[in-house]
């Protein structure tokens, strides 16, 4: 199934949807550029955060050409949160047994975002680690995904990706690959992860593969309180698939990439928890 991720670096019936704890507007802007080429920027809060001081972020160096990629991350970083946090419009596409939740929106020109909400046994480093830094090895454990190689690191946020579908049985959208920016953030016990498509003359469409465009989306992942080994998953999936296919085949295959998605991320978390244990008993017979 057509593979999206979260961009991680986050996305089905219950009457009401759960509350997005903590999630509102995160306001990106690039302050001033300078001449040494660092990049300043701040984060603000709103209504539905958990109350902080806005905080300037220490500046990084940051290559003078490379600033480009890392103002469209935290750009589509906050587009993104804006669209989560516009609560009009949306409505219940899909609930699963588990709970998990996918609803849909009508974009400006027709074009629907679906944003998935579940709850992952997993913390928030766990989940970090799985679809940011090492983001490289989830073609291991998401058959979807025939590979996803890291194409350029900008700092410790930012991240400059190629992803190419799985040839799998059941897709009904094709091959596709993405060519993407993908950046993080911490805020207090909080992780975004946002992205979109970009273009490199380098790095043109592959053969065999229809080049498709991600974003703006993002993932916010943030701990439960009563619970800080498991995690709430939001998901922004806003995908355009290109290519000529009716949007009734597009709107059906995206939830259903989003539900395969957190299924296949569900078993590598139980598999790698089952490891974990098994090699704490070894250490406890030795």
Known sequence: MLPAVVKLCCGISYPHLRTMAAVAVIGQEITHLQRWGQIQHHMRTDAGFKKTKPEDLKPK?????????????????????TMLEDKDGWKVENTESNGDVICSKVMPGARKVFRLEAVLEASIDDLYDLLFVRVEDMHQWNPSIQHLKVLKHIGPETIITHEASAETAGNLIGQRDFLSVRHSYRQNSSVYLGGAAIQLESFPPQAGFVRAENGPTCIIIQPVDEDPRKSHFTWL??????????KSIVNQALPRAQLDFTR???????????SLTGEDRNIETR
């Open 264 to 274: 296949h991320l569900r078993r590598h978390l139980t598999a790698s928890a089952s």
């Open 237 to 246: 999936l806003n995908m355009d698939v290109k290519g000529w296919l009716p």
């Open 61 to 81: 160096p940051v290559k003078e050409d490379q600033l480009f990629y890392v103002q469209q991350g935290q750009e589509a970083m906050r587009k993104a949160l």
